[in-house]
């Protein structure tokens, strides 16, 4: 047997290799493309440079496609201070593991990223067209939307300061960290009642603020009083809070509660309009319709990630992501041939 010393000597040292892997080089000028004074054309353009589109990068390049990706720098959950339910990443920061991934990609020489919103797509003879806020113009065969989604905010002084830190849209991603306390869901009707029953899995502490008159039925009533979990209707002017952690809700009365934490999944619109102008059906929830290999109803068109469905979690946007970009590559590579 080994020496459990050796053992965990060897286990440092292959810690230490795996950290150099992880944090490789910093960008070079060429992987990054700034003014053009032509049209470039690539193989697959993918706009949206977070976690489901730098997955469907790493898929391209590896299948030596050339690539581009244009990206804001600003994904939507750009708030939150830990990602969690992402095996060997659990509670990094979201710009720590998007950073990762940004360097690992762009070791792929044919990989190449452009700063700026894509604002326009046109369908041509050859593929599709890409313009940027800014005037620049790509065209690729192939196009991949990993744009995500923009959250609707209620106009509540202090929700949207507290959104992604202690207001919150899913307890897979951070239940565990705020389990057992002061925890409240904002919404109401069918809605509030489903996602009290998943929520009182995490605390027994729990409240439904209807923010106005409820629409519970008797029957839900019933239930969540079995179940200790109160319903107030009054209506919320304010979330009282410091630097984004919750501490009170005021409401319209002046009266005040306690509170750690509020769950409120939001309505949202697409964050980028250019899948639906160029004729990608949507579905009834508002998101691009896919199929099981994230294919878009226009040929040539997919999309991955936070725009296509309502399991937002990084994983699933990564395997999403790697699904697009191999679906991408395996057209190309049987049309080339």
Known sequence: MRPVSSRRRFLKQSGLALTVLAFPVPFTK???????NTTQSFDVIIIGGSYSGLAAAMALGRALKQV????????????????HNFLTQDGNTPKGIAAIGKQQVALYPNVEF????????TKTKRGFEIETATGEKFVASKIIFATGIKDIMPPIEGFEDCWGISVLHCPYCHGYEVRNTTTGILGNGDYAYELAKMIANWTSNLTIYSNGKATLTTEQLAKLQKHTIKVVEKEITKLDHNAGQLKTIVFKDETTVPITVLYSPRPFVQHCTIPESLGCEMTEDGYIKVNGVQETS??????CGDNTTRMRTVANAVAMGTTAGMTASKKLISEQF
Not at 298 to 303: I, K, L, M, T
Request: hydrophobic share 35%; aromatic share 8%; net charge negative.
């Open 114 to 121: 452009f700063n700026g919103i894509a604002t326009k797509g």
């Open 298 to 303: 226009v040929e040539g068109v997919y999309a």
């Open 30 to 36: 060429s992987s990054i493309i700034t003014t053009m």
């Open 68 to 83: 581009l990706v244009i990206d804001s720098g600003q994904p939507c959950n750009a708030p939150t201070p830990y990602s």
